[in-house]
């Protein structure tokens, strides 16, 4: 049978190591924290010996008119290449479109002339066996 050394040694004398370890960790704790307020204040310090000067040059005169007719004319130009482009696309598509309805066109026509010279075919056969009927 085995006895477990705390039984023996006792809870305070854990205890006792757990408390001196906490006492120990607050203590770096607070000497950590003390350094850090000291480099804190001393970057405050350094911050308020610190002025920051901002100029502008508000010599030039800004003339709106001509800015907004410069942007107007830039507007005007991509209007005009836009129209353009969907126009030449327009034109493209209804070339494209006219191409094939004038492509089925002729398919059109040159399938009712093979209807047509099937139904002379139909009619000539169709004489043909009534004429070999009537000899029988």
Not at 65 to 88: C, F, G, L, P
């Amino acid at each position: 049978m085995t006895v477990d050394p705390r039984l023996v040694l006792g809870e305070p004398c854990l205890s006792h190591k757990l408390e001196a370890k906490l006492e120990s960790l607050t203590d770096e704790i607070n000497f950590l924290r003390s350094i850090y307020e000291e480099e804190l204040h001393e970057l405050q310090s350094q911050i308020k010996d610190t002025s920051v000067i901002v100029e502008m040059d508000n010599s030039r005169n800004l003339d709106m008119d001509s800015i907004v007719e410069e942007v107007k004319a830039q507007y005007e130009d991509i209007a005009n290449r836009t129209r353009a482009e969907a126009e030449s696309w327009y034109k493209t598509k209804y070339e494209e479109m006219q191409t094939s309805a004038n492509r089925y066109g002729d398919d059109l026509r040159a399938t009712r002339t093979e209807i047509a010279d099937l139904n002379r075919m139909i009619q000539r056969l169709t004489s043909e066996i009534d004429g070999v009927k009537g000899q029988a």
